[in-house]
Nanobody
Framework: QVQLVESGGGLVQAGGSLRLSCAAS????????MGWYHQTPGKQRELVAS???????NYADSVKGRFTISRDNAKNTVYLQMNSLKPEDTAVYYC????????????????WGQGTQVTVSS
């Protein structure tokens, strides 16, 4: 089994910054892509940013130039640096990892973190 544990959410004023972290642990052979999604009440979960094992990144248009995703493969950890935060960034942020388990590396499973609340006040 694999667990994703997130940290770093909170309350911040508009224009401020937060850094989210997500550490994967358990029976892991390797992790392909990792990413961050956000969700607000009544809406579907949406991709914010993703990063491959080789470091290629992808961002939602709404966060380009403000957010930076990075990862530490040795620690199975992904980060999201969020700068110039806006009230519309307020959401629950979820970490996602596509994991090849230690017992069956030919398989690929999706795992999610428990979510961390980010609230940006105006």
């Amino acid at each position: 089994q694999v667990q994703l544990v997130e940290s770093g959410g909170g309350l911040v004023q508009a224009g401020g910054s937060l850094r989210l972290s997500c550490a994967a642990s358990g029976s892991i052979f390797s992790i392909d892509a990792m990413g961050w999604y956000h969700q607000t009440p009544g809406k579907q979960r949406e991709l914010v940013a993703s990063i491959t094992s080789r470091g290629s990144t992808n961002y939602a248009d709404s966060v380009k130039g403000r957010f930076t995703i990075s990862r530490d493969n040795a620690k199975n950890t992904v980060y999201l640096q969020m700068n110039s935060l806006k009230p519309e960034d307020t959401a629950v942020y979820y970490c996602n990892a596509k994991v090849r388990p230690g017992s069956s590396p030919q398989l690929l499973y999706d795992y999610w973190g428990q979510g961390t609340q980010v609230t940006v006040s105006s």
